[in-house]
Nanobody
Framework: QLGLVESGGGVVQPGGFLTLSCTST????????LAWFRQAPGKDREAVSC????????NYLDSVKDRFTIARDGSKETVYLQMTDLKPEDTARYFC???????????????WGQGTQVTVSS
């Protein structure tokens, strides 16, 4: 068990905000890129955003680029996804992914958390 742990999901009304967090209980994340993916019921998994070890960001989804911000703390051990102006179509399970380098396409070297559910509903 590689121990990526996500938190911060929940139910929020449209227009609301949430901040997701991810850290590891078993290994250091400082030397890895960290990404957020999401998957809605009945839909394909999609890459949301990634942040590298030098804090460089890659944003993969046009629909969220002005609303979601990925960040990592100074120790590089925790990654966040700050989500604002949430919309019903943002409803999905959000996964934290450890990657050797940022990639919108998952690789066999990636490690995944269990995910945290975000539901946007009035």
């Amino acid at each position: 068990q590689l121990g990526l742990v996500e938190s911060g999901g929940g139910v929020v009304q449209p227009g609301g905000f949430l901040t997701l967090s991810c850290t590891s209980t078993t290994f250091s994340l400082a030397n890895y890129a960290l990404a957020w993916f999401r998957q809605a019921p009945g839909k394909d998994r999609e890459a949301v955003s990634c942040i590298g070890t030098r804090y460089q960001r890659a944003n993969y989804l046009d629909s969220v680029k002005d609303r979601f911000t990925i960040a990592r703390d100074g120790s590089k051990e925790t990654v966040y996804l700050q989500m604002t102006d949430l919309k019903p179509e943002d409803t999905a399970r959000y996964f934290c992914v450890r990657q050797n380098f940022c990639s919108a396409v998952p690789t066999s070297f990636d490690s995944w958390g269990q995910g945290t559910q975000v539901t946007v509903s009035s």
